[in-house]
């Protein structure tokens, strides 16, 4: 144990994902079990700059693990882009006493730790908070597996009136430039077709495969689109053109949007939060700093920040195969 | 008991709703129940001018009282609203020794089976199955509480999200003319304006609510918006728009869409379902036709079609003062 | 408006139930709109005696009606059934200024009231908050709506196995005497046989409905059984008789207990709690006092809380003949 | 690709999980997909003695993805441990021109597999279904991610109640003689303290763990107990001894029991089921036989089905220490 660190900053930065709150009563739990003190740092970076801080018992996290959201607030902060004010942030943690923070968030709030680290030789532990599950060094980010039950739940109320009327639907869904909420959700929910930015077949292929859906008998169809996809039309410029060109199709459209952020987060999530969040303040105890805790292999691994920030998520190929076996 | 009713029909018609297969499976059953027999009539109007019929006993309809959507599909039928349409629907009907049949759907649906009755003397009887709750004769058509519920819990995920980050959505949600699902799930979830058909209050007033929420310490703002709103400006432009005029708020839009109609029934659904195919086949029995079933008062009510058809539904007064009250 | 009340206490008292937070809130936010002090007592009547209050304004219930459980705490108190205890709880208000309070509750904490209105001619109104919907004078409790949705959502997962592995279940649900859970959610969820206390068919009737199910060629059976049922058998005494009776039946048990009473509130609760606060705080305001809010009609009614406490409720006849026709 | 494999059965046997029926739906597909016949054997093995056996196509298996239970019900044939048993059902199987099977079920179904194929040198295939995760050769059993989120939202809404009234509850979970259900709903939960099969800690450290958490100010109390935990009593004594000990506790108990084993599967579950589908199908086409397809660290792995039988599972350490963590 390392007896330099006698107070630990926790926040929560960028898009909110389902288990942040669990993986903040994780933190603030494991600093209270090892008699750390630990201070909730509010509003992200930006509360960091402005000294936004709270100081959290292991009571101030009671009823928090099954809750949506983050009862820290999150943001996403210019001014902690600019060596101002990461100076004034470093003023207000010296100030405040904190030793060391750990950040919940996603890519960018990495990057953001990083180099806060480089410039102050401050200790950092970066947890992977995202449903997008676009992060390097970890299986699985917080909120990935809540958001996909919740894209599946929200589809199959879609498919029962898709499959009343004989619909086609797309359904756009959120994953920024990764199809693993697409894919993923896509085979849980039965889609017929999935469109996902790794793999870009083309319009003509998405018609064959509508065509194939309704020559096999299939009553309904359910098409997943990534936000992130390439095939370079809109879920709304997708509809018209199928309609053009499948005048039999009645087609609809939908977009899930924000529900997938929010919501109680799975059990999945939540235990995965406990972990992460005793491993990133008990690394920080050991004097390890600028590393991302994360999941590989259903064990809690460490990467360094530099690294979970550069790498890339890659799309499991099997799945692709799996998707398309599927839709026999 | 009428003794010249020997075999009914039942179909599902126009846009689908949870409830409908639990009015299904009570047709079906009170048939048997009666030692009447069953005919399901698929595709609506469209499969009834087709003679797509099929022969239910009381297993047909086994697991299917928790099922969203309809297992007669539904369809809306162009041809039904042409008298050569009726004639051929009659036909097949005659043919098949359908002696009445019972209509599970909205206005549309009830229009048709109004003029058909009128024509041929046939006997009908309609159950409102719509989520939008916009039928004169009942209180509570079938798959608006689920409707309802559905919107409530999708409302708070993206309140968790809102709340995390100090934004403010848009909501649009589903009930053609009537703000009734807007304005129940909106008070259900807590937003802080609602705007609904019945009541345009203007832009100005929109920002005023806004402006007190936001001065009030309120962290984040839902304003639940029916489709048939009469503001004038899509939930699009109203975020642009309040962007333009509160830059302070960070807006975010999200069309619930289709998911509003889908969904394993709640409780009351499901039991108002098994009410109304109750009366609906015991009515017909007794010699009644071309009634809607409803429930008024927590009694199940039979209302001429015709009234049905014609009379208005009226957003409760009180409610919208509560909805007020409720957002101080 | 009464001049006198300027403040006015509200608690929640017995059993809790979901939508007790949102009538908390529309207390709360009621008095807030028209300019009332608002005090919460914790811990029901217990709370009072102790003088546990806290000043609430509408941010004090930011966020909570979505939310199980009740965020004043309940418990039951002996202490309050005393005339020493009713002395130091009228003292306690008094000394806090409190002009009238709203006890949120069932029976017993109405007789509290009531009584303590007559001994100190002090102002209190009721709320029927339980989830058993036993309660004269409103045609839903606060919770009942919540709970039924639970407890048709937990039988459905139980048919899952039940029709997997071709069994009989019992299912014995909450309800205290009354058996408007089990009817009800026994139909909503299918069930083969209900077994309530305000009809008792007696052993034998379970038999014959039993093999009548298994006759008609259903794959699997359930049983729902109020708690409060006159069979004269638990249910795991029923599931040793059936067994012994019917071997060729592999029967499971299985007893919901309080999850019944938790969960978030479905929109018709929230709703309702919503309507409920408003009119006790503004009946209050009116100079009324010692009636209980409820709904009858769908419209809020006043009734003597003398009334509500000494009033039984009834099941609906209509609900057990479809009951039976539903088992067909 | 073998060419002697041209159909091939599927099944499921034993308790039954979520996921089941997606696996079904894979294996069938699957075949489809490599122009090889599928036969539904009903019943397990019973039905496989009995010749209770369908063809299946792929759209015999439509809209089941996400539904709970098996379309081709399972159940214990005591008769297939008997050689006479498995001499039928070999004869039922060759009459059926059926060239393997791939059996979706637990320990006791792999070992009627295993039996079977040692005997008549029949290809089968295993794919882990049951909620218990205790199964050897796979991280995830089939249900068992379903099971985790069913527990944690049924304990949610105990502890709404729990904390409304600072009770302490006992709550009963599946999970046979191994404690991943409980240890890691537990956590997910907040469970205060968690027994399992896996470490008995005895009743006196229980004691201890609940005057723990009354002194650290807790305001109720969940003691999640795993069917198969050693400590001796049952929940129903745990509740009587701790009354006796701690009088100052008002203590519950609620036996989840069934309910665990129905429900939609997860995204999890659901995608997990058409991974193992898919390869359980092409791995006897690739001539493999005798094996269990699982998943290790993220990818589909086939495991010899005699040490998927005889090997033991594992709790991870780690969780315990987490779990203790978290309740500081």
């Known amino acids: ?28 739990r494991t600093c209270a079990f090892h008699n750390i003190e630990c201070i909730g740092i509010y509003r992200g970076y930006q509360g ?10 292991p009571r101030s996290v009671n009823n928090i693990v099954n809750k ?10 210019v001014e902690f882009r600019t060596a101002e004010g990461r100076k004034k942030a470093y ?4 100030q405040a006493g904190i030793d060391a923070f750990v950040v919940i968030g996603g890519d960018g709030s990495f990057t953001g730790a990083e180099i806060f680290n480089k410039e102050y030789k401050f200790p950092v532990m970066g947890i992977p908070g995202t449903i997008d599950n676009d992060i390097y060094g970890t299986t699985h980010t917080l909120g990935y597996d809540t958001a996909l039950n919740t894209v599946v739940e929200v589809i199959d109320k879609i498919r029962d009136t898709a499959s009343s009327h004989n619909r086609l639907f797309f359904v756009e869904v959120m994953g920024r430039d990764a199809g693993h909420i697409a894919l993923n959700a896509g085979i849980g929910a039965g889609a017929e077709e999935i469109l996902i930015p790794e793999e870009d077949l083309g319009l003509e292929r998405l018609l064959e495969s509508l065509r194939k859906s309704k020559a096999s008998g299939k009553s309904s169809s359910i098409v997943v689109v990534s936000e ?24 609809r459209v939908s977009v899930l949007g924000h529900m997938q952020r929010g919501g109680s987060p799975s059990c999945f999530d939540r235990v995965l939060a406990s972990r ?18 994360g999941i590989i292999n259903d064990k809690i691994a460490l990467t360094p920040l530099e690294q979970a ?3 890339e998520t890659e799309i499991d190929l099997e799945l692709l195969r799996v998707s398309d076996i599927m839709t026999t």
């Open 1 to 28: 144990m390392s007896l330099n660190i006698k107070k630990i900053g926790v926040l929560t930065s960028g898009g909110d994902s389902p288990g942040m709150n669990a993986a903040i009563r994780s933190v603030v």
């Open 48 to 57: 960091m700059i402005e000294g936004d801080f709270k100081e959290m018992g």
């Open 68 to 77: 949506g959201g983050t009862i820290l607030k999150s943001a996403r902060s």
């Open 91 to 94: 003023e207000k943690l010296t």
């Open 228 to 251: 992130g996809d390439k095939i370079g039309k809109s879920v709304f410029e997708l509809k018209d053109y199928v309609e053009e060109h499948m005048p039999e199709y009645d087609v």
């Open 276 to 293: 992460l969040g005793v491993k990133a303040v008990e690394s920080i105890l050991e004097g390890k700093s600028n590393y991302m805790v």
């Open 309 to 311: 920030i550069k790498g």
